[in-house]
């Protein structure tokens, strides 16, 4: 379905009428295609508070890109930072970042060094001088140290207050089709944020912003890390694989690297094949609520590919309806195709090992799961059901070095949204900091990270991909 708001700007009339009533011009978001660098181009301004834990870990990360990497000098960790540069043999130029002709597609702050409410200030020196020289589609990320793990209050206060200030710098720059995003990494799991530092610097987080990931312990080695496939030779399963954001999932996992099982249901074969020859993947039709799809899923991927490294709970339906006008069939099936099946294939993949060691368990939850939504009480349910199953079993997970995360889109241009009445479909696509929908493409990048081997620090994340959604938390 076309958006109409889109096709005004695309007129010069239709522009001049809408920027005259004062209406937002979103912009065109820059997202990841294999003609172009998977990383970041472009100026990059690197600082931070005195005596951060990053800067290591942000220059060998900067180290992989194409961009123009430079540090103000005026910036308390000019030193720290010119150090870590040397060690990653990155080049690294001094700038006055007050200069008429600074220009900057990326800005990253290490905040780990603030301990206090005062040495916030370090934010504002930071990033006052350059928010209106931010480029389109540009990129932030502040790194901080989880509030949580801090055992001084004055610090756990001051790093939490990062939240507050990420989310409104992602607001002020949503007009340019700039994100922000804040990085939590634990302490010792400085390494492990290399991943995130890759994924948030790139244009596969277009419609991600204003969101909030903690990296923790885990275990792999980025040394010699293939970062544009990184899940060569893994073997990922996707439900509900047919069609909108279950194909893009499969194909993006495939682009980069992976064997694809494709799941949908038998009366989709069709769609479901056609996806699977596109990618050179696997077919396996099958209803996922089948008292005996647990273990059908687990002797498949055993006998196939003699086990499995991700898989991604993406099948889900919608049956809405009030609350009190809700058929009991209506609840039972949402409840169990989007929630309790993915419990049962869980269980089974781990109770059989089919699960490999350094496995990713990906589920699809929902803005609908954060915030609610008018007559949708099933599936907000089901939703919310989702990133709690996610929260519970990460620190088991942990143990057998399997990491579980979600993914809760927001208005993303699929057949569903354009089956919505016009004008509820032109309003969703404007309540987000960017004015526009998404792609099904932006929740599968979201995924692809979450899979990546080098991602084993994130455990109990969910990211919402809603382009900073103006509803919810």
């Not at 040397?86 to 970042?97: H, N, Q, R, S």
């Not at 989310?167 to 089709?177: D, F, I, L, Q, S």
């Not at 682009?255 to 038998?266: E, F, M, N, S, T």
């Not at 769609?271 to 050179?280: G, N, Y």
Request: proline letters at 5%; charged letters at 20%.
């Amino acid at each position: 379905m076309a958006d109409i708001y889109q096709s005004l700007l695309s007129s010069p009339i239709g522009r001049q009428l809408l920027t005259a009533v004062s209406l937002p011009v979103p912009v065109e978001l820059d997202r990841h295609c294999q003609s172009q660098p998977s990383f970041i181009t472009g100026n990059v301004l690197i600082g931070g508070a005195a005596n951060g834990r990053l800067t290591d870990v942000i220059s060998k990360s900067l180290a992989a890109s194409n961009a123009h990497v430079q540090v103000s000098q005026e910036s308390p960790s000019k030193d720290a930072f010119d150090k870590a540069a040397d060690k990653a043999e990155l080049k690294l130029t001094i700038i006055d970042p007050n200069a008429e002709a600074a220009k900057f597609k990326g800005l990253v702050f290490d905040a780990t060094g603030i301990e206090n409410s005062t040495q916030l200030r370090a934010l504002y020196d930071f990033f006052h001088p350059v928010m209106k020289k931010m480029q389109s589609s540009g990129r932030i990320v502040v790194l901080g140290l989880p509030p949580e793990s801090c055992k001084e209050p004055a610090q756990q206060i001051a790093q939490r207050a990062l939240e507050g200030f990420v989310r409104t710098v992602a607001k002020e720059v949503g007009k340019k089709g700039a994100v922000a995003q804040l990085v939590y990494v634990t302490k010792t799991a400085e390494k492990l944020a290399e991943s995130a530092i890759h994924f948030f610097l790139s244009p596969r987080t277009a419609f991600v912003d204003g969101q909030v990931v903690r990296i923790g312990k885990g275990k792999f080695d980025t040394t010699d890390f293939n970062w544009n496939q990184p899940l060569k030779g893994k073997v990922a399963l996707v439900t509900g694989a047919s069609r909108g954001i279950g194909e893009s999932i499969a194909e993006t996992l495939a682009r980069d690297g992976a064997k694809v099982i494709c799941l949908d249901i038998p009366a989709a074969e069709a769609d479901l094949k056609r996806v699977a020859s596109h990618i050179d993947g696997s077919v396996l039709p099958l209803d996922i609520t089948d008292p005996e799809a647990p273990k059908t899923i687990a002797e498949f991927c055993k006998k196939e590919f003699g086990g499995l490294d991700v898989i991604v709970h993406n099948a889900g339906v919608t049956r809405d309806k009030t609350l009190g006008g809700m058929p009991d069939h209506f609840w039972d099936m949402v409840i169990d195709i989007n929630l309790s099946s993915e419990e049962r294939i869980n269980a089974a993949l781990l109770d059989d090992e089919i699960l490999n060691e350094g496995g990713r368990i990906v589920c699809v939850s929902s803005m609908s799961g954060v915030a609610g939504n008018f007559g949708q009480s099933n599936y907000a349910t089901s939703k919310a059901g989702v990133i709690g199953m996610v929260n519970a079993m990460a620190p088991i997970l942990a143990k057998r070095n399997i990491t579980i995360n979600a993914v809760a889109p927001g208005f993303i241009e699929t057949q569903m949204t354009a089956a919505m009445p016009m004008a509820p479909r032109e309003v969703g696509r404007r309540l987000n900091s960017l004015k526009q929908g998404g792609q099904p493409v932006d929740v599968a990048e979201a995924i692809a990270f979450f899979a990546s081997p080098a991602s084993a620090g994130a455990n109990g994340n969910t990211i919402r991909v809603c382009g900073q959604n103006l509803i919810g938390a």
